[in-house]
């Protein structure tokens, strides 16, 4: 059989992965909704959806310059704070909807809990002290 990192299928990363990484990592606040692996795999399937739908939308609303080799479309949409405003929504929501699913209430936070991140740093404190 073969193993468990093996049977991941890999989502699209570009560019709309990356918005939605970067989107996260401005907001720690949606990262700590789904933090489980479940939770992650379900976030990025319909988080990167409807980034997708919402690009779409934003492309087709408004104007963007003619490509000139310097910024794709979805870049030059991005550069307004009310695109990258509304992304942000679309994002949030999705984690919330996420994170509010009973399916995933039993979920797992990948990686240790803030309880156990604070015994580390008292233990590296300690051990770089002496």
Do not use: C
């Not at 401005?26 to 909704?33: G, P, T, V, Y």
């Not at 379900?42 to 408004?62: E, K, N, S, V």
């Not at 994170?99 to 233990?123: M, V």
Request: no cysteine.
């Amino acid at each position: 059989m073969p193993d468990v990192e093996d049977l991941w299928i890999p989502l699209v990363d570009e560019p709309i992965g990356s918005i939605v990484q970067q989107i996260q990592e401005e907001n720690r606040d949606i990262a700590k909704l789904v933090e489980s692996p479940h939770r992650i795999l379900a976030f990025r399937t319909f988080a990167y959806i409807r980034t997708g739908l919402l690009l779409g939308q934003l492309l087709f609303d408004h104007d963007v310059p003619a490509y000139d080799g310097s910024e794709s479309w979805i870049e030059a949409l991005l550069r307004n704070p009310e695109h990258h405003a509304a992304l942000t929504r679309e994002i949030r929501t999705v984690a919330e909807e996420i994170a509010a699913d009973p399916k995933y209430a039993d979920d797992e936070p990948l990686g240790p809990d803030e309880a156990a991140r604070e015994r580390f740093r008292a233990f590296a404190r300690e051990r770089l002290e002496q």
